[in-house]
């Protein structure tokens, strides 16, 4: 077996690439769906204590600033196509302008972070702040602080997802800017791109679950 | 082209800018409609609008309409166990007081419990 002509990144293993390409999306999706799994666990936190607690959610979520979660989603819903957009330059061979897209993508995930640099240093100067951190006088209902520590725990693994999606990315870049991909091999790219699509999917129901609560 | 691009499936530019254009109206969308009291119905509208914006970046960013439909299944075997953990969450949660009423109390004794000012 070892004799025979293929592609350097195609392992040994595999009987031919489409077999590789079609094992590596698998395992991806795999993995994806245990990060539906652990994004659910917060759902049901956030489920169980705004039907515990409506009016103080309601009342909790005024203090969340919705032009700069929106522009929040933009961004996101931005990266996304460029990442989208870079994965169809490499499937049409187009190498410079995928690493083009993928910069931008980085870029727009280095706003977002800023972005919620700016929210989350606001809501430390005023004490709203998760469980006994809480310092903040003027939100009517009770135990408003149960609202911060859902919206910190959802928002900060959210946050922590799209580090390391740009950590990702940026490798990604390195790789393509070397040429180490072609129409021929570009999982990796790929792969980076269905989980920087789930970072994006998850905030689109953070979104209006902690901003626009009705 | 090689054969590799007769089992990968290109979808045009102006498709993503399209589905992208309509993630960004659905956004407005969901803003605008927050501000509209329509009581318990702001939510369903909310999760509706929130829930075809993650099937339009699914089913095309993530290429589950046109990919083999292993990822599809495994996709939405995600989605049943996670309803499976909500819902049969919010049975207990939901309802725990018809057994036993609740009151309240801490489960340390220093903790502080914020009570509504009014």
């Known amino acids: 077996m070892s004799n025979h002509t293929h592609a350097t990144h195609l392992a040994h293993h595999f009987a031919d690439e489409e077999q590789q390409r079609e094992s590596a999306k698998m395992g991806m999706w795999v993995f994806l769906l245990t990060e539906i799994l652990l994004f659910g666990g917060l759902f049901v936190f956030y489920a169980i204590y705004r039907s515990w607690h409506p009016d103080m959610f309601y009342n909790a979520h005024l203090q969340l600033d919705v032009v700069m979660g929106t522009i929040n989603t933009v961004v996101l819903i931005t990266s996304s196509i460029t990442i989208a957009l870079a994965i169809r330059s490499m499937q049409v061979d187009e190498q410079k302008k995928a690493v083009i897209f993928l910069i931008i993508t980085v870029l727009l995930a280095a706003t977002f972070m800023v972005i919620k640099y700016f929210e989350y240093s606001h809501k430390f100067e005023l004490g709203q702040l998760p469980g006994k951190f809480y310092t903040f006088k003027g939100i009517q209902g009770s135990n408003p602080h149960i609202f911060f520590s859902v919206y910190f725990a959802m928002t900060g693994l959210h946050g922590l997802h799209v580090l390391i999606g740009m950590g990702v990315i940026l490798w990604v870049i390195r790789r393509a800017a070397r040429g180490e991909f072609s129409s021929e091999y570009y999982t990796p790219v790929e792969m980076t791109g269905l989980y920087w699509h789930l970072v994006d999917l998850i905030w689109i129901f953070l979104f209006p679950l902690l901003y626009l609560i009705g | ?118």
């Open chain 2, 1 to 118: 082209m090689s054969a590799h691009s007769e089992k990968t499936h290109i979808i045009p530019v102006k498709t993503y800018l399209a589905i992208g254009g309509l993630l960004m109206a659905l956004t407005i969308v969901t803003v605008l409609v927050s501000f509209i009291n329509l009581g318990g119905f702001n939510i369903v509208v909310a999760l509706a609008i929130a829930s075809v914006k993650a099937l339009l970046v699914a089913f095309f960013f993530m290429h589950l309409y046109y990919d083999n439909k292993t990822y599809l299944i495994i996709f939405t075997i995600g989605l049943i166990f996670l309803t499976i953990f909500l819902s049969l969450t919010m049975f207990d949660t939901l309802r725990r007081d018809v057994v036993d009423p609740i009151e309240a109390q801490t489960i340390r004794k220093d903790a502080i419990i914020y009570q509504q000012e009014k």
